[in-house]
């Protein structure tokens, strides 16, 4: 009876064990289950609803997010985009996530796919705003299907934006005359060598006791030793995670990556520049750098401040004025990245877009690109659109209005 007993209890447990066993199994194939249903349901979703995913640099989700918008009320087309890096944009353009990728930093970068660099060191690739510049009201069809004949990868240049450094004067001692000395020197997009040795001082430290005071990092810039400013509150510093083009920006422009230093440990790291600007604003004595679209606003914020910039015997000093922003130095290009394929409608679809948002004469996007701080890259090719419309009158073509 003993032995019977036990049996059971031996059984039961074999029983409860089993059970957990399988129920745990059951939640775990569940999970995977609906893990995918999701996966299918979103791309179902997306795909009825004509939406067309798109992604990449962190610095152009400001301005994407505007044009986006404004397009969709424009043509009811809808497009998504995912702010995941630049190098992320281009690998997401290989491997057919994003219809289109945007990248914002040098795009000879190392975090830029090898097979996407060889597309812009390829000197038979030409920029798609060599062709959509061309476009009128009458051959906009005929300039879409001579680029979508090449099915590979194309790239469009559409805006150049401009990195500002920006600091926060709270409880730092700095009077209006000290701030107008705060200036970088710049030469060939790169700062000058004495505001790269302050700058790498506060920027590759990896302990917080390591900080400088604004009194010390004020003499590096200045050679001026002013007791006037705090020696007290440090210069903390601000950056965007790895891998962004704002921040692989500002380590070729400080001269960083030239001289294999790296952004120190001590430095606040934030995924956006609007998050990078908010920390800017509450943290007395700080210290970072920001896309323009972002510092637009600064005159309306009573502690923060711009360097200024200075090139040969101009300056550009954004608390006063930002009346000069086209010849601004320190500036990169926003690129679209996309592959033409056989999907004739997908490539319409985004060759419309890339060239509405890129070269059209729309006044909305003007408006978009104006009120963020930056410059179309189509007003550099002026001079091929004259040069082309001079070849038309050459050969008694007669010109259209441009679309």
């Known amino acids: 009876m003993q032995k019977t007993s036990r049996t059971t209890k031996v059984k039961n447990k074999n029983y409860l064990k089993d059970l957990f066993l399988n129920k745990k199994s059951w939640l775990i194939l569940t999970l995977v289950v609906f893990f995918i249903f999701s996966i299918w349901v979103w791309t179902f979703i997306s795909i009825k609803n004509d939406v067309i995913n798109i992604g990449g640099s962190a610095s152009a989700d400001l301005v994407l997010q505007k044009l986006i918008n404004e397009y969709q009320k424009q043509t009811n087309k809808k497009f998504n985009y995912s702010s995941t890096g630049s190098g992320a944009g281009a690998r997401n353009v290989i491997n057919k996530t994003y219809s289109i990728g945007f990248i914002s930093k040098s795009q000879t970068d190392?975090?830029?796919?090898?097979?996407?660099?060889?597309?812009?060191?390829?000197?038979?690739?030409?920029?798609?705003?060599?062709?959509f510049i061309k476009i009128n009201k009458d051959n906009k069809k005929e300039i879409f299907t001579k680029l979508q004949n090449n099915k590979t990868y194309h790239y469009t240049s559409f805006a150049k934006d401009s990195i500002v450094f920006v600091y926060n004067i709270k409880n730092t001692g700095l009077t209006d005359n000290q701030i107008e000395q705060i200036k970088f020197n710049v030469s060939n997009n790169m700062i000058s060598k004495?505001?790269?040795?302050?700058?790498?001082?506060?920027?590759?430290?990896?302990?917080?006791?390591?900080?400088?005071?604004?009194?010390?990092?004020?003499?590096?810039?200045?050679?001026?030793?002013?007791?006037?400013?705090?020696d007290k509150v440090k210069v903390r510093t601000y950056s965007t995670n790895s891998g962004s083009g704002?921040?692989?920006?500002?380590?070729?422009?400080?001269?960083?990556?030239?001289?294999?230093?790296?952004?120190?440990?001590?430095?606040?790291?934030?995924?956006?520049?609007?998050?990078?600007?908010?920390?800017?604003?509450?943290?007395?004595?700080?210290?970072?750098?920001v896309s323009m679209q972002y510092a637009q606003d600064l005159k309306k914020i009573p502690n923060l401040r711009s360097v200024i910039i200075k090139q040969d015997n101009q300056e550009w000093n954004l608390n006063k004025s930002d009346n000069n922003l086209l010849t601004y130095p320190l500036s990169r290009p926003f690129v679209a990245l996309y592959k033409l394929t056989d999907n004739q409608k997908l490539n319409n679809e985004i060759l419309d877009f890339v060239y509405w948002f890129s070269c059209s004469n729309d006044k909305k996007v003007q408006e978009i690109y104006d009120h963020l701080g930056l410059i179309r890259s189509y007003l550099s090719f002026k001079s091929i659109k004259t040069n082309y419309f001079n070849q038309l009158d050459n050969k008694n073509i007669i010109k259209n209005e441009w679309v």
Request: charged content about 25%; hydrophobic content about 30%; glycine content about 4%.
């Open 110 to 131: 190392l975090s830029i796919p090898s097979e996407i660099r060889d597309v812009f060191n390829n000197p038979k690739t030409k920029d798609d705003l060599e062709e």
């Open 194 to 230: 004495q505001s790269q040795k302050a700058l790498h001082k506060i920027y590759t430290n990896n302990n917080q006791s390591d900080l400088i005071s604004w009194k010390e990092f004020y003499k590096l810039l200045t050679n001026k030793d002013e007791n006037n400013i705090s």
């Open 246 to 289: 704002t921040r692989s920006s500002f380590e070729e422009l400080s001269g960083l990556k030239k001289e294999n230093k790296k952004i120190g440990q001590a430095v606040n790291e934030y995924n956006s520049n609007g998050a990078i600007f908010t920390q800017l604003n509450v943290s007395d004595g700080s210290f970072g750098f």
